[in-house]
Nanobody
Framework: VQLQASGRGLVQAGDSLRLSCAVS????????MDWYRQAPGKQRELVAT???????RYSSAVKGRFTISRDNAKTTVFLQMTSLTPEDTAVYYC???????????????WGRGTQVTVSS
């Protein structure tokens, strides 16, 4: 499984931006997709998650402003970000996780990060 994120940008406070994560490879054992972010000098944090069934959850920092979604083929995951603030400046990573029951092992895939910079 390979993840390719796109949509990096430099925007102003209050603007919107949409990130995309194209997923390729075998998706059979992939259950959930997430977006993480890592700001300079901070730990990577979970921002939003979407399950195979389409349930979504968000961190308190972005709830109400960000929306995670997925196309019908489940090959692209989006993160729509609105009302951006400088505190949202970070490198954003898409992440896929699941379990391969035939080999009894967890699956954990990361895409390369994409930079989002919000100026005040």
């Amino acid at each position: 499984v390979q993840l390719q994120a796109s949509g990096r940008g430099l925007v102003q406070a209050g603007d919107s931006l949409r990130l995309s994560c194209a997923v390729s490879g075998s998706l059979t054992n992939i259950n959930d997709m997430d977006w993480y972010r890592q700001a300079p000098g901070k730990q990577r944090e979970l921002v939003a998650t979407i399950t195979r069934g389409g349930s979504t959850r968000y961190s308190s920092a972005v709830k109400g402003r960000f929306t995670i979604s997925r196309d019908n083929a489940k090959t692209t995951v989006f993160l729509q970000m609105t009302s951006l603030t400088p505190e949202d400046t970070a490198v954003y990573y898409c992440h896929a996780r699941g379990i391969d029951y035939s080999e009894w092992r967890s699956l954990d895939y990361w895409g390369r990060g994409t930079q989002v910079t919000v100026s005040s």
